[in-house]
C-alpha cells in the first residue's frame, strides 16, 4: 500500500517486532515494503529497532534478514544510514566469512567509501 498513513499505522503497530519480522521468509517482505515506501520518519524507527536488536547480527547473517538489511542501507538517509553502516561495519570479522553476511557488508562498505550518502 503506498498510503503514507496506512503505512505509518503498519510501522506503529509491528513496532518492537521488525528484528523478528526480518528473519521471516513472509515477514521480510513487509519490512522491505515498509522501508521502500514509508516517509523517512518511519523508516529511521524500523532501522533503528534493528540496529538496536539483540539478533542483529542474526538479521545480518539470515537468508531473508540480509535483504532487509540491505534495503533498510538504501532506504536510510544521512546519519542514520551512517550509524547503519558504522555498525554492520564493526561486525566486519563475523560477515566477511558468511555467504548472506557478505553482501551486507559489501553493500555498507560501498556507502561507506563512495559518495552514495544521500544528505
Known amino acids: 500500500m503506498k498510503i503514507p498513513l496506512a503505512n505509518e499505522q503498519m510501522v506503529q503497530e509491528l513496532r518492537s ?3 523478528r519480522l526480518s528473519v521471516n521468509k513472509y515477514a ?3 519490512v522491505e515494503y515498509l522501508l521502500s ?10 532501522a533503528e529497532e534493528i540496529m538496536r536488536s539483540r539478533n542483529f547480527l542474526n538479521v545480518l547473517h539470515d537468508p531473508y534478514g540480509n535483504y532487509v538489511a540491505q534495503r533498510a542501507l538504501r532506504c536510510t ?9 558504522s555498525l554492520i561495519k564493526s561486525h566486519r570479522l ?3 566469512s558468511h555467504i ?4 551486507v557488508l559489501t553493500l555498507a562498505m560501498a556507502y561507506t567509501e563512495g559518495s552514495e550518502f544521500n544528505f
Open 77 to 85: 538517509k544521512g546519519h542514520v544510514r551512517r550509524r547503519f553502516s
Open 28 to 30: 521480510s517482505n513487509v
Open 94 to 96: 563475523a560477515l566477511q
Open 17 to 19: 517486532k521488525f528484528d
Open 100 to 103: 548472506y553476511g557478505k553482501n
Open 37 to 46: 515506501f514509508s516517509n523517512q520518519d518511519a523508516v529511521k524507527v524500523i
